[in-house]
């Protein structure tokens, strides 16, 4: 009995969603990349917590691991504060936690138990990323390099969504990409 493992509670699963909803982030990014001889550009997704309270990051992990995941938590370098005066000073005193999920599975696991229960942004967020995080396992295989497809048309424009979402202009390179595959897409 005592080796069964516990699983998550609504009122966890709301918890964890109101400490995302104000604590976390959602994210998606988009990056050059170099790995293994291939260069481009690739998409870093990621769920985090960032807190100074260690009993919620660790009530986070304790949740996390519930759901059958492992978060991995680290103590984020403090950046300096500054004075009325404008002199700068470096807060020794708060350790700032981060506790963080950035593998697709892991991410998209999670946010499908917890997409019900966000609200507004965050919400919005979560549903553009489980969108886009089926899509790119789905299309895993081990003819892809790496088990990795390449990115296409509809992955692109979910990222353009996303981007549009948290108010960020896309770099230049993915406008390109984007305005070439609109092109083909009317030439065909």
Same mark, same amino acid.
């Given at each position: 009995?005592?080796?069964?493992? @516990? ?26 990349? @170099?790995?293994?001889?291939? #260069?481009? $550009? ?5 769920? %985090? ?5 260690? !009993?919620?990051?660790?009530?986070? @992990? ?7 995941? %492992?978060?991995?938590?680290? #103590? ?5 504060? $500054?004075? !009325? ?55 895993? %295989? ?25 108010? %960020? ?14 092109? @083909?897409?009317?030439?065909?």
């Amino acid at each position: 009995m005592g080796n069964q493992q @516990e699983t998550i509670n609504q009122a966890e699963i709301g918890w964890l969603a109101g400490i995302i909803d104000g604590e976390g982030s959602i994210a998606m990014n988009v990056r050059k990349k @170099e790995l293994r001889g291939w #260069q481009g $550009y690739g998409i870093d997704v990621c769920l %985090t917590v960032t807190n100074s309270d260690a !009993a919620i990051i660790d009530k986070c @992990e304790a949740l996390l691991g519930k759901m059958g995941l %492992t978060p991995l938590v680290y #103590q984020v370098k403090n950046a300096p504060l $500054y004075r !009325a005066d404008g002199r700068r000073y470096q807060n020794v005193i708060t350790r700032i936690l981060r506790l963080s999920l950035s593998r697709m599975a892991d991410i998209l696991r999670c946010l499908i138990i917890l997409q019900p229960h966000l609200t507004g942004q965050k919400r919005a967020r979560a549903n553009l990323l489980c969108r886009f995080l089926e899509r790119r396992l789905k299309r895993q %295989t081990k003819r892809s390099k790496g088990g990795r497809a390449h990115y296409d048309h509809m992955d692109w424009d979910l990222v353009r969504q996303f981007y549009e979402l948290k108010k %960020t202009d896309l770099p230049d390179a993915i406008v390109g990409i984007l305005r070439d595959y609109t092109r @083909e897409a009317v030439v065909s």
